[in-house]
């Protein structure tokens, strides 16, 4: 699967299927696939993330952010987190939280977000 361009800004499309993203280490490999690929933004579906990376207690999803965010790959989560967020007002406030910032996305579908890119201008 190629990249994208959306105004200069290269995104990798992870695919849907494929293991779950589950550990810190994960981070390093998508990492690696992102600057293989001459990307500087990963869109990786909801459904490739184990349902631990969700219950923010686990501290999995602060732990591969911040080693993307160190290594200034945006992450953009594509797909629906109803279920995850209805559980989890910290989830929520997190999602929220990200979502102001340039960093981590979290988007309903492609077309969130290419607009998200877009207004970067």
């Known amino acids: 699967m ?3 361009q959306r105004d200069h800004v290269e ?3 992870f695919p849907a299927e494929g293991e779950p993203i589950s550990s810190e280490d994960d981070a390093i490999d998508l990492i690696g696939s992102v600057w293989s690929h ?6 990786v579906p909801v459904d490739r993330f184990d349902p631990a990376f969700f219950d923010l207690s686990t501290g999995l999803a602060g732990a591969f952010t911040q080693k993307l965010v160190n290594y200034r790959i945006r992450l953009a989560i ?11 007002d910290a989830l929520r406030d997190y999602v929220r939280e990200s979502n102001r910032g340039d960093h ?4 309903r579908d492609d077309e969130e ?3 998200r890119l877009d207004a970067l201008g």
């Open 113 to 115: 977000l290419a607009k």
């Open 78 to 88: 594509v797909g629906d987190l109803g279920e995850y967020v209805a559980e989890s």
């Open 38 to 43: 001459a990307a500087k933004t990963a869109a």
């Open 104 to 107: 981590v996305w979290f988007v």
């Open 11 to 13: 995104v990798y499309p």
């Open 2 to 4: 190629g990249n994208d």
